[in-house]
């Protein structure tokens, strides 16, 4: 994201997990809003080309929900593993396997894209609520990345019960489609929200505004300046629910099924790569400060981890970072 006179609060998706700001551009700008991967996506994109990239951007996300990443669309790629227990890909989407696959290994586990069957006994779409612990073990016993076989274009579940879900990558996976079809056309700026996921394309530089955890969505503890790449925010704020006098947040542990409590409320990732920021912000959020550090830092990207204590921790590029409330404390990582 990145750097500006005049800033502009960017649409309500962007509430769900960050808060991005930028300046506008006088002319040629055409943008879409609409609702898909269970959140809203926006694009303002600036060029000759810029209306077609708005109706193909959202063709993209669409199209890339319904036919290959949701899991409740009956003829997905998703799906269609999930009932089967295999399934070909195509060159691309096993591409997408393939490196999340790494990230899962890479982290030992802390991001993982077989949790589906867990995050269903939460309920956190509908009705949420603490699941009965029987149930959550035996889901639990389901899981486990290692049981996903990649042999080329074909893939299989070793266990036949394990319940693929990207919900933690593919608005990522989107970001990075369309930064492609961005590429291939007359497009010099482009701003491109889905949900907590955002794309800055162009060589100008952006601000983006990472939101206060304990503010409303329109409230903001800092800002970044970046440009021509992706960030991705993971924060406890996003989905919770209060039971017995204890709140419960839909960042799950993939070791013990249940939500993450290791004192942070959120994680911003920066990469080039859609697909790298969305899966690493979770994937850092599990592993907590130290690990999560290390793992960014293998990645070659910039995390920011904002506590319970209104500590900011930044693990890469820390100048790019600016703090807006003076009651959080800024801290870099050497």
């Known amino acids: 994201m990145k750097k500006t006179a005049v800033f502009a609060a960017l649409i309500a998706a962007v509430a769900l997990a960050g808060f991005l700001i930028y300046d506008g551009v006088a002319n040629k700008t055409a943008s879409a809003d609409f609702f898909a991967m269970n959140t809203y996506v926006t694009a303002d994109i600036t060029g000759k080309d810029s209306a077609k990239c708005?109706?193909?951007?959202?063709?993209?996300?669409?199209?890339?929900?319904?036919?290959?990443?949701?899991?409740?669309?009956?003829?997905?790629?998703?799906?269609?593993i999930?009932?089967?227990?295999?399934?070909e890909l195509d060159e691309k989407t096993a591409g997408y396997f393939s490196k999340l696959i790494e990230v899962c290994e890479k982290s030992g586990g802390a991001f993982d894209f077989t949790l589906g069957s867990v995050s269903d006994l939460w309920s956190f779409g509908s009705s949420p609520a603490v699941p009965d612990s029987e149930k959550l073990s035996q889901?639990?016993?389901?899981?486990?990345?290692?049981?996903?076989?990649?042999?080329?274009?074909?893939?299989?579940?070793?266990?036949?019960?394990?319940?693929?879900?990207?919900?933690?990558?593919?608005?990522?996976?989107?970001?990075?489609?369309?930064?492609?079809?961005?590429?291939?056309?007359?497009?010099?700026n482009a701003?491109?929200?889905?949900?907590g996921s955002v794309l800055?394309?162009?060589?100008?530089?952006?601000?983006?505004?990472?939101?206060?955890?304990?503010?409303?969505?329109?409230?903001?503890?800092?800002?970044?300046?970046?440009?021509?790449?992706?960030?991705?925010?993971?924060?406890?704020?996003?989905?919770?629910f209060e039971?017995?006098?204890?709140?419960?947040?839909?960042?799950?542990?993939?070791?013990?099924?249940?939500p993450v409590d290791n004192g942070l409320l959120s994680v911003t990732v920066i990469s080039k790569s859609g697909l790298l920021?969305?899966?690493?912000?979770?994937?850092?959020?599990v592993l907590g400060i130290e690990k999560g550090s290390a793992l960014a830092r293998e990645y070659g990207c910039t995390a920011i981890f904002i506590d319970e204590d209104k500590n900011i921790y930044v693990e890469g590029d820390s100048g790019i970072i600016e703090i807006t409330d003076g009651s959080y404390n800024l801290t870099e990582r050497t």
């Open 54 to 80: 708005a109706e193909e951007a959202q063709k993209i996300v669409e199209s890339l929900d319904t036919a290959v990443l949701s899991r409740t669309a009956e003829n997905s790629v998703i799906s269609h």
């Open 82 to 87: 999930n009932l089967n227990g295999a399934g």
């Open 139 to 188: 889901a639990l016993s389901h899981s486990g990345y290692e049981k996903i076989i990649l042999s080329g274009g074909r893939i299989e579940k070793s266990d036949k019960e394990a319940t693929l879900d990207f919900g933690a990558a593919g608005k990522g996976i989107a970001l990075d489609e369309i930064k492609a079809c961005l590429e291939s056309r007359r497009v010099k």
């Open 277 to 285: 920021s969305d899966a690493l912000s979770t994937a850092c959020f």
């Open 243 to 258: 039971q017995g006098g204890k709140k419960y947040h839909h960042i799950l542990d993939p070791e013990t099924g249940y």
């Open 191 to 195: 701003v491109v929200s889905v949900g």
């Open 200 to 240: 800055l394309f162009g060589k100008k530089e952006f601000t983006v505004g990472i939101r206060d955890p304990f503010g409303n969505s329109g409230s903001y503890v800092a800002k970044l300046g970046v440009s021509d790449c992706c960030v991705s925010t993971s924060g406890c704020y996003e989905q919770q």
